[in-house]
């Protein structure tokens, strides 16, 4: 009720540590509630540049991740499941995330793309952080193109550098069949690819798909490998149908 809410209006760490005892009440409505609100309390921690480490550790101490679940299954499963249920899944996603929840990660990808869920979700992700891009690359890879090509352009946004299955991943989706989505793997690439990319984006720029994209991915790619530019320039120069665009 009113302590709740005044309780996510504060920042103290009391006051977190009050809404976490509370997200464990026996009365599953009250726990529904305190767990909305200690997603309002940790966001606006959050946004005030507040540590919430001391209250994620009690959240990991008291496993609170199989509690916050059990609540969202029991709100999904009530009578008014799609009356005031909204606030409560984008809090379970939050504190999933600042647990560190790698398999709420697909769900978490899937909220983006839901626009009543969108902004929890996009906290959400940021906190899960390089843990989400395998999700984000699965559940791309099953959604329409333009959605496809919306979750691609996520990855830059959270790691600098991609491992070898994520660019494998990344490069094999140069070639799909929609534009929208090749010119968002090229972006993808030039913003956490590597300098063999260069040559691989140079050959794809020579098409009609997405060469802009491509273009401007070999461009920044140069500027962080100049050695690898400098070699796959001299590999195609002999070659007039495949430029290097861009350079």
């Known amino acids: 009720g009113a302590g709740l809410a005044a309780s ?54 008291r496993d609170a991740g199989a509690r916050v679940r059990a609540i969202l299954a029991g709100a999904a499963e009530g009578p008014t499941q799609n009356e005031g249920t909204l606030p409560s899944h984008g809090a379970a996603l939050t504190l999933l995330a600042i647990l560190g929840d790698a398999e709420a ?35 791309g890879e099953r959604e329409p193109p333009s959605r496809h090509a919306a979750l691609l352009l996520v990855v830059p946004t959270l790691t600098g550098a991609l491992d070898e299955r994520a660019l494998a991943v990344v490069r094999a989706t140069l070639g799909h069949a929609d534009p929208e989505v090749a010119a968002a793997a090229a972006q993808v690439l030039g913003a956490v690819g590597e300098g063999s990319d260069i040559e691989r984006l140079a ?27 400098l070699a796959a320039f001299e590999r195609l120069a002999g070659d007039s149908s495949k430029t290097i665009a861009g350079c």
């Open 203 to 229: 050959l794809f720029a020579t098409g009609d798909r997405a060469p802009r994209s491509a273009a401007l991915a070999i461009e920044s790619l140069a500027e962080k490998h100049p050695a690898d530019a």
């Open 105 to 139: 990660a697909p769900a978490i990808v899937r909220a983006l793309l839901d626009p009543m869920l969108a902004r929890s979700a996009e906290a959400a992700v940021s906190l899960l952080g390089a843990a989400a891009l395998p999700a984000l690359l699965a559940v």
């Open 8 to 61: 996510a209006r504060c920042v103290e760490p009391a006051c977190g540590e009050a809404l976490v005892e509370a997200l464990f009440d026996p009365n599953v409505a009250h726990a529904r509630a305190a767990m909305t609100a200690l997603a309002e309390w940790m966001h606006a921690a959050m946004g005030k540049g507040l540590s919430i480490d001391a209250i994620a550790a009690k959240l990991q101490a």
